[in-house]
């Protein structure tokens, strides 16, 4: 799809990164074989402190965008977006007027693909086809198949044109497009565990809310990490390790209940063909923001994202998994697994079928191998007694 690219607040010359002088010559050719040339270089590469943000013309991308721009950790926010509607140039033009530090640039149809991922720190994949009314319960199934080829390019993109960046996923469905990211880039050859993140920050963030809005606690000194997965049925909020062993259980319930099914509950309020956007656009920024101090300024502790564990064995036997992890200079560096009380553990037990068959179909479909439901999502009781025999009409006259 063919489009138009803006740079705001950028020289008129091409400036090269990393190399020692600047190119005059406004030749996208030669800039291209030079950013070429500077990805075999021997000379230790100089972070631009620059932040991608794929689908940034959609409702959640814009809220990300805005909340980014102000961040000053960010020199650098290219904004994204191959869908016209979205008027991802116009977006970043209203952006470019807020009188903070962090250039804008905006690229608009897939041709610039490779401007907008070039040296990028972090690249977020947002965007996509939201939960919306009136349809508000959506299987995750349906909506993966929406936006499995969104995600796949922007996989198979960040793998050739910035493979040293952290990928945070936050298109819905994460657990399948956790899955299908991180097995596109096994094919590539590009696929580091430590710098892919399934954005799980907005369930985390609405489950420390409503425990501190029943407990009067400031939500600002307080985690309540989630684990698991993300979609409604594979979301296990921890709300003992946020000390809510005082509670009685049947609050406990009611609080999880509304973590799980809070995509739902604002979609049918706003009843506007709009999700929680503002509250995804805010969590999203901040998970973000988290990722860019831990690698550049120091480890930072982020409460949800779904990783591939390090030792799963210590992680309630799940190789892929939602748990709080701390962002170094590297990519994770420490993955914290909170000790569940039993309610928790019979609701990850459950989950983990979930999990697992939503994992397994965004892997199918990255590698081209045939999906089939998950054993446990089959139904043991269903089976249907033999059809009767026909009976031939001379015996039925008889009779």
Not at 99 to 109: H, L, P
Not at 146 to 161: E, G, L, P
Not at 213 to 222: K, Q, V, W, Y
């Amino acid at each position: 799809m063919l489009g138009r690219v803006i740079r705001i607040a950028r020289p008129s010359c091409l400036v090269v990164p990393k190399a020692n002088h600047q190119n005059y010559v406004t030749s996208e050719i030669l800039a291209k074989i030079e950013r070429e040339c500077d990805r075999y270089c021997p000379v230790p590469r100089s972070p631009p402190h620059k932040v991608t943000v794929i689908g940034a013309g959609s409702d959640v991308g814009r809220m990300v965008s805005l909340f980014l721009k102000q961040q000053k950790i960010i020199k650098v926010l290219s904004m994204f977006d191959e869908e016209p509607e979205h008027n991802v140039l116009g977006v970043a033009t209203d952006l470019a007027h807020i009188d903070t530090s962090t250039r804008v640039e905006a690229y608009q149809g897939r041709i610039y693909m490779p401007d907008a991922l070039c040296d990028s720190d972090v690249v977020l994949i947002c965007g996509g086809h939201y939960a919306l009314p009136p349809c508000c319960c959506i299987l995750d199934r349906d909506l993966f198949f929406q936006n499995i080829q969104h995600v796949r390019t922007a996989a198979i993109a960040c793998a050739q044109f910035c493979p040293q960046a952290v990928i945070a996923i936050q298109t819905p469905p994460v657990d399948c497009n956790f899955a299908l990211c991180i097995d596109t880039l096994k094919l590539a050859n590009v696929y580091d565990k430590r710098k892919v993140l399934g954005v799980n920050a907005i369930n985390s963030m609405r489950a420390n809310q409503l425990f501190c809005s029943l407990t009067g606690t400031d939500p600002s000194t307080s985690t309540t990490p989630v684990v698991g997965g993300t979609g409604r049925c594979t979301r296990v909020p921890v709300f003992s390790a946020a000390k809510a062993g005082n509670f009685p259980q049947t609050q406990v319930e009611c609080l999880t209940r509304l973590v799980r099914e809070a995509d739902d509950i604002i979609c049918r309020v706003k009843s506007n063909n709009e999700q929680g956007h503002l509250s995804i656009g805010f969590s999203t920024a901040r998970f973000v923001v988290n990722i860019m101090t831990g690698l550049f300024e120091k480890p930072t502790f982020i409460d949800s994202a779904l990783v591939e564990q390090h030792q799963p064995d210590k992680c309630y036997n799940m190789p892929i998994c939602a748990t709080p992890v701390t962002v170094g200079k590297h990519g994770i560096e420490e993955y914290a697994i909170p000790t569940l009380d039993e309610t928790e553990k019979r609701l990850l037990e459950d989950a983990k079928c979930d999990l697992e068959d939503m994992i397994n179909l965004g892997s199918c479909y990255a590698m081209g191998n045939e999906y089939s439901l998950h054993p446990c999502k089959i139904c043991p009781c269903c089976s249907y007694p033999p059809c009767p025999e026909a009976q031939p009409c001379a015996e039925r006259q008889a009779k």
